[in-house]
C-alpha cells in the first residue's frame, strides 16, 4: 500500500510541477520536463522553444527556478538543463498552450483551430486531432473533433509516434478543456531496406546532387548581385517574435485572412 501511495504522491507532485512551468515559463514556449533521480541530486530537462528567457542574464532565472523547486516542490539539490526543441509546431505541449492563448484573447475556437490545424500540418506532421469541449457556444457543454492525415489510435505505433497534451481554458462562457495528439513523421521506424538496393541509389544520386550544386552556385552568384537589396529588406520585415506572448500576436494577425467553413458555406449560399 506504501509503494502505491508513493506512486500516486509523485505523480500528484508532477502533476502540479507540471501546472507551474506552463504559467511561470510561458513566453519561453514551455514543452515539457523530464526528471530523473541520481545520488547526487534530481537532474530537471526543460524542454522549451526560447531556452535564453529560461536562463536570463547571468543565469539569474535558472537560479530562481532550482530555488523554487527545492523549497516549494521538494526535489533534493535540482541540476536544471534547458533543451531547445527543433520544430515547436510539431510539440503538442506549444501547440495547446497557443490555441489556449487564442481562445483566451477573444477569438473564435473554430477560428483558432483551423489555424493550428494549418500550422501543424504544414511543418511535417503525419497526422493531427484537435478535440474542444466544455462551454463552447453557450450554456449547454459540447465538443467538436477536427482531425487531419493518418492518426494512429492504438497499439505500439500509436504509443511510439503520437505526441499528447490536455491544456484548460477560462473563458466568460465557462471551461474550455483542449486536447491535442500530434503524429509525427520523423518516429516511424522504416521496417527494412535493402541494402545493395540503397547503394545502388546513393551512386546515382551522387553526381546528379553534385551538378545541382554547382549550378545553385552559379544561380546564387548572379542573384545577389541583381537584388541584395530586396532581400535585405525582406529580412528586416520578417522579425522573428521573440516570446511566445509576441508569436500569439504575430499569429493573430494572420489568422485573420483564414475563412472558416462557416464563411465559405455563406459565400457559396
Known sequence: ??????????????????????????DAGYAG??????????????????????????????????????????????????????????????????????IERGTAFRRATMWTLKQIMENGAMGVQITCSGKLRGDRSSFEKHTVGILPRAGHHAEVIVNEDIVHVKTPMGLIGIR???????????????????TIKQKNVAPKVEEKEEAEEEKEIVITEEIAEEIVAKELEQKKPRTETEQILFEAEQMKSLETLEEVEEKLK
Open 180 to 198: 491535442i495528439r500530434i503524429a509525427r513523421k520523423d518516429k516511424v521506424v522504416p521496417e527494412f531496406e535493402l541494402k545493395d538496393m540503397a
Open 33 to 102: 520536463v523530464d526528471i530523473s533521480k541520481t545520488p547526487t541530486g534530481t537532474r530537471v530537462a526543460l524542454h522549451v522553444t526560447r531556452p535564453g528567457i529560461v536562463i536570463g542574464r547571468k543565469g539569474s532565472g535558472i537560479r530562481e527556478l532550482t530555488e523554487i523547486l527545492a523549497k516549494d516542490f521538494g526535489l533534493k539539490n535540482p541540476q536544471l538543463s534547458v533543451v531547445e526543441i527543433d520544430h515547436p509546431e510539431l510539440s503538442s505541449s506549444v501547440m495547446c498552450n497557443r490555441l489556449a492563448s487564442h
Open 1 to 26: 500500500m506504501s509503494s502505491t501511495k508513493n506512486v500516486l504522491k509523485d505523480n500528484y507532485n508532477m502533476m502540479l510541477l507540471n501546472d507551474y512551468l506552463r504559467k511561470k515559463i510561458k
